[in-house]
């Protein structure tokens, strides 16, 4: 089983990245090279960095394994402001650059909003957008992840990841992160995951999924609002998300949890504490805890 979760960059850039996903028992981890709203990046400290790649050998954590996620920002749908526009691409090109250093094969990104322009046109957009990016001198894949389809965002069904990986030029740069929480909320029903992913193969290949993001969902089926819960306190449950986890074929795809943090209180957003190093536990075992959120506060609050 090849799972982590989502961890922090910071200071200490991949290096604390590594550090925090060992403590949580994980094999692998997502990280932003900085905060996801807002363009301010540091360098990369290539001393660090390979202090991180011996501490990863150590830990037996696959570096091929190893995902970076595109800031929010960036948005290649909408082209109303040619500026923006061009700074997206720019930016995600600088982003792929940073990856590089680091060793980082991959990189998931949301497709991103039509905000105001049609739909078939911002779709285009992003085609054109993504060939201009794949032009350029690099080696790391872009993974286009699923969407809920809140609001105007693009990519929340398996025709419109098809159409744009349809007219992608460079198509061994191209693949899909699949998250659960956004299927469950576009329509696409995780307690029949053998179907979904019978469709996703007839329309897309299987073969271009290359992360899950796996998290539960407060929301019902098709509600297209994106709210994750907890894994196994949400509406997609423990069941359905371990067979996704376990399915025979993705055992070689790295799982990824983005699950919220949990308060003091069920009440208290005041202070949070990260759920991954007993929710990684949990899905080792197999069996689904039920006092988990406290096991979590009593951890943290030693």
Not at 96 to 103: P, S, Y
Not at 124 to 138: E, G, S, T
Not at 242 to 262: A, C, M, S
């Amino acid at each position: 089983m090849i799972i982590g979760s989502h961890v922090s960059f910071g200071s200490k850039g991949l290096l604390g990245s590594v550090k925090e996903a060992i403590g949580y028992g994980a094999n692998t981890f997502m990280f932003y090279t900085g905060a996801p709203q807002n363009t301010l990046r540091k360098p990369i400290d290539m001393e660090s960095t390979k202090e991180a790649w011996q501490l990863m050998k150590d830990n037996h954590i696959d570096i091929n394994t190893v995902i970076c996620h595109a800031p929010y920002i960036v948005n290649l749908a909408n082209n109303l402001d040619e500026k923006k526009y061009d700074f997206s691409i720019n930016f995600l090109i600088q982003e792929i650059k940073r990856c590089e250093e680091m060793g980082i094969k991959y990189i998931v990104l949301h497709p991103g909003s039509s905000v105001g322009i049609e739909r078939n046109i911002a779709i285009d957009n992003i085609v054109y957008a993504l060939n201009m990016i794949l032009k350029q001198d690099n080696s790391v894949m872009i993974l286009l992840e699923t969407m809920a389809g809140k609001g105007t965002e693009v990519g929340c069904t398996l025709e419109e990841i098809a159409y744009i990986i349809n007219h992608i030029e460079k198509k061994e740069l191209i693949g899909v992160c699949i998250d659960t929480c956004h299927l469950n909320d576009a329509g696409y029903d995780m307690a029949n995951f053998d179907l979904f992913l019978q469709e996703f193969d007839s329309k897309i290949g299987i073969h271009y999924i290359k992360c899950v993001h796996v998290n539960d969902s407060k929301n019902i089926l098709g509600a297209h609002k994106d709210r994750h819960a907890n894994v196994g306190y949400g509406l997609i449950g423990f069941d359905n998300l371990l067979k996704v986890i376990n399915h025979d074929k993705l055992k070689d795809v790295p799982k990824i949890l983005e699950t919220p943090y949990i308060g003091d209180s069920d009440d208290d957003k005041k202070r949070l504490y990260p759920p991954y190093k007993f929710e990684i536990e949990m899905i080792k075992k197999g069996i689904f805890n039920s006092n988990m959120m406290n096991d979590i506060r009593g951890y943290y609050k030693k």
